[in-house]
């Protein structure tokens, strides 16, 4: 829910750029046509970006109705929050039953580890795509592993999107990562793995490198 007040306009400057990349279709070059999966993805980072600067009664409204229906979801479908739901003074038939989200005790490591299982839906509808695991690398704890569903994968996509354009990067400057590898022959000094572009979600839509 919103916790903080924000600007009352929108920077004039800050405005999704329109994707630049190279078009899914052959010969047409400019403008380019971009993937179904590409156009998604810009379209919601187009939303995004624009929800953020509604009213803050609105933008909380509308949570509120978000919150309400993962809730209702995560009640009757997680053997894992049904008894923690009902311990934060939920009740499905309740007006104000969005109130009851900040009552609810904040996730934890060992939650994940010990509850896993309980945490999945038992109805997970098919809009949302296959599901798929992912795990931790574990190097500042125990490693943890969640289910992602394309849905959410997109939400996260869209969010390093905008995260990018909020701080006004160039795209066409390069970039540098320090992370893990399996792989114990790449990223070696001095100069790593050298790579093509940003890689994805931002290659999906820009021009990047």
């Known amino acids: 829910m919103a916790n903080s007040r924000p600007p009352a306009t929108r920077p004039p400057d800050l405005v999704l750029p329109p994707s630049i990349a190279?078009?899914?279709?052959?010969?047409?070059?400019?403008?380019?046509?971009?993937?179904?999966?590409?156009?998604?993805?810009?379209?919601?980072?187009?939303?995004?970006?624009?929800n953020q600067w509604l009213d803050p009664a609105e933008l909380q409204r509308r949570q509120a109705m978000q919150v309400a229906s993962l809730l209702e979801h995560a009640y009757e479908t997680c053997p894992f929050y049904g008894p923690r739901l009902e311990e934060a003074g939920y009740r499905p038939d309740d007006d104000h039953r969005s109130e009851s989200w900040s009552r609810i005790p904040l996730l934890t490591r060992k939650d994940l580890r010990d509850h896993r299982e309980g945490m999945l839906t038992t109805n997970l509808h098919p809009a949302h795509g296959e599901t798929q695991d992912a795990t931790t690398s574990g190097s500042t704890g125990s490693p943890v592993t969640v289910t992602k569903t394309r849905v959410s994968d997109l939400i996260w996509r869209a969010q390093t999107v905008l995260e990018h354009v909020q701080h006004r990067r160039r795209f066409s400057a390069k970039q540098a990562y320090v992370k893990f590898l399996e792989d114990p022959s790449q990223g070696q000094p001095p100069h790593g793995t050298p790579a093509p572009n940003w890689g994805s979600p931002m290659s999906e839509l820009f021009l990047t490198g």
């Not at 190279?22 to 970006?49: C, E, R």
């Open 22 to 50: 190279a078009s899914a279709v052959p010969g047409l070059v400019w403008p380019p046509v971009p993937s179904i999966p590409a156009a998604l993805l810009h379209a919601v980072v187009g939303d995004f970006l624009v």
